[in-house]
Protein backbone atom coordinates (compact mmCIF):
# COMPACT_ATOMS: atom_id res chain seq x y z
CA UNK A 1 0.00 0.00 0.00
CA UNK A 2 1.36 3.51 -0.87
CA UNK A 3 2.06 5.95 2.12
CA UNK A 4 0.76 9.43 1.20
CA UNK A 5 1.57 12.84 2.81
CA UNK A 6 -0.61 15.65 3.08
CA UNK A 7 1.42 19.28 2.13
CA UNK A 8 -1.24 21.02 2.74
CA UNK A 9 -3.12 23.75 -0.25
CA UNK A 10 -0.32 25.51 -1.60
CA UNK A 11 -2.23 29.01 -0.72
CA UNK A 12 -1.40 27.65 3.27
CA UNK A 13 1.07 31.05 3.77
CA UNK A 14 2.71 29.01 6.09
CA UNK A 15 4.33 26.68 4.02
CA UNK A 16 6.37 29.23 2.45
CA UNK A 17 8.10 29.29 5.56
CA UNK A 18 9.32 25.54 5.32
CA UNK A 19 11.42 26.82 1.93
CA UNK A 20 14.78 26.57 2.82
CA UNK A 21 17.47 28.86 0.83
CA UNK A 22 18.34 26.53 -1.70
CA UNK A 23 14.57 26.25 -2.82
CA UNK A 24 14.34 30.37 -2.75
CA UNK A 25 17.38 30.15 -4.66
CA UNK A 26 15.71 27.71 -7.52
CA UNK A 27 12.48 30.00 -7.36
CA UNK A 28 14.52 33.22 -8.00
CA UNK A 29 16.52 31.42 -10.65
CA UNK A 30 13.30 30.41 -12.95
CA UNK A 31 11.37 33.89 -11.94
CA UNK A 32 14.55 36.12 -12.83
CA UNK A 33 15.33 33.63 -15.75
CA UNK A 34 11.61 34.51 -17.03
CA UNK A 35 11.33 37.93 -16.63
CA UNK A 36 14.58 38.12 -18.71
CA UNK A 37 13.34 36.24 -21.75
CA UNK A 38 10.36 38.70 -21.09
CA UNK A 39 12.38 41.49 -21.50
CA UNK A 40 14.32 40.03 -24.67
CA UNK A 41 10.78 39.59 -26.49
CA UNK A 42 10.08 43.50 -25.17
CA UNK A 43 12.80 44.78 -25.96
CA UNK A 44 12.68 42.80 -29.92
CA UNK A 45 9.26 44.79 -30.25
CA UNK A 46 9.54 47.93 -29.32
CA UNK A 47 12.83 48.24 -31.18
CA UNK A 48 11.30 46.87 -34.28
CA UNK A 49 8.32 49.44 -33.78
CA UNK A 50 10.87 51.87 -33.86
CA UNK A 51 12.43 51.26 -36.56
CA UNK A 52 9.34 50.81 -39.11
CA UNK A 53 7.17 53.37 -37.84
CA UNK A 54 8.11 55.31 -40.53
CA UNK A 55 9.29 53.94 -43.65
CA UNK A 56 10.27 57.93 -45.20
CA UNK A 57 12.34 58.61 -41.95
CA UNK A 58 15.81 57.72 -41.55
CA UNK A 59 15.57 54.14 -38.94
CA UNK A 60 18.32 55.53 -36.76
CA UNK A 61 16.04 58.70 -36.28
CA UNK A 62 12.98 56.49 -35.36
CA UNK A 63 15.67 54.82 -33.03
CA UNK A 64 16.88 57.77 -31.26
CA UNK A 65 13.46 59.25 -31.07
CA UNK A 66 12.36 56.04 -29.23
CA UNK A 67 14.68 55.63 -27.08
CA UNK A 68 14.98 59.63 -26.23
CA UNK A 69 10.89 58.93 -25.47
CA UNK A 70 10.96 56.03 -23.20
CA UNK A 71 13.78 57.19 -21.70
CA UNK A 72 12.31 60.48 -20.11
CA UNK A 73 9.60 58.17 -18.55
CA UNK A 74 10.55 57.50 -14.79
CA UNK A 75 9.03 54.52 -14.69
CA UNK A 76 11.18 53.24 -17.26
CA UNK A 77 13.93 53.87 -15.35
CA UNK A 78 12.63 52.47 -12.43
CA UNK A 79 12.15 49.30 -14.49
CA UNK A 80 15.93 49.78 -16.00
CA UNK A 81 17.00 49.44 -13.10
CA UNK A 82 14.89 46.63 -11.69
CA UNK A 83 16.05 45.12 -15.12
CA UNK A 84 19.30 45.12 -13.39
CA UNK A 85 19.04 43.64 -10.35
CA UNK A 86 17.40 40.84 -12.36
CA UNK A 87 20.12 40.38 -14.03
CA UNK A 88 22.35 40.76 -11.48
CA UNK A 89 20.66 37.89 -9.44
CA UNK A 90 20.54 35.80 -12.22
CA UNK A 91 23.82 35.66 -13.37
CA UNK A 92 25.53 36.30 -9.81
CA UNK A 93 22.98 32.80 -8.60
CA UNK A 94 24.44 31.33 -12.24
CA UNK A 95 28.19 31.04 -11.08
CA UNK A 96 26.95 30.04 -7.96
CA UNK A 97 25.87 26.97 -9.50
CA UNK A 98 28.17 26.48 -11.34
CA UNK A 99 30.65 26.24 -8.40
CA UNK A 100 28.26 23.32 -6.91
CA UNK A 101 28.05 21.88 -9.80
CA UNK A 102 31.67 21.70 -9.81
CA UNK A 103 31.96 20.76 -5.89
CA UNK A 104 32.92 23.95 -4.59
CA UNK A 105 31.17 25.46 -1.74
CA UNK A 106 28.94 22.75 -1.41
CA UNK A 107 28.90 23.31 2.58
CA UNK A 108 28.17 27.14 2.27
CA UNK A 109 25.54 27.04 -0.38
CA UNK A 110 23.16 29.08 2.10
CA UNK A 111 25.91 31.63 2.57
CA UNK A 112 26.31 31.92 -0.74
CA UNK A 113 22.50 32.59 -1.90
CA UNK A 114 22.54 34.98 0.60
CA UNK A 115 25.76 36.84 -0.51
CA UNK A 116 24.36 37.09 -4.07
CA UNK A 117 21.23 38.50 -2.86
CA UNK A 118 22.90 41.28 -0.75
CA UNK A 119 25.53 42.24 -3.75
CA UNK A 120 22.46 42.21 -5.99
CA UNK A 121 21.26 44.33 -4.04
CA UNK A 122 23.83 46.59 -3.21
CA UNK A 123 24.36 46.96 -7.36
CA UNK A 124 21.23 47.86 -7.60
CA UNK A 125 20.77 50.21 -4.85
CA UNK A 126 24.50 51.76 -6.03
CA UNK A 127 22.62 52.26 -9.46
CA UNK A 128 19.68 54.09 -8.88
CA UNK A 129 21.42 57.19 -8.78
CA UNK A 130 23.13 57.14 -12.60
CA UNK A 131 19.34 55.54 -14.19
CA UNK A 132 17.06 58.01 -12.04
CA UNK A 133 20.34 61.38 -13.00
CA UNK A 134 18.29 63.84 -15.05
CA UNK A 135 14.96 63.02 -14.12
Request: hydrophobic share 55%; glycine share 10%; no cysteine.
Amino acid sequence: MAQTYDRGAVEDVGRWREFSAGMWAWVLHKFTGWVLVGYLFTHIAVLSTAIGADPAAAPQDLYTTTLVGLEDLLVVRLLEVGLLAVAVFHMLNGIRLLFIDLGLGLERQDQSFYASLIITGAIAVASVPTFLAGV
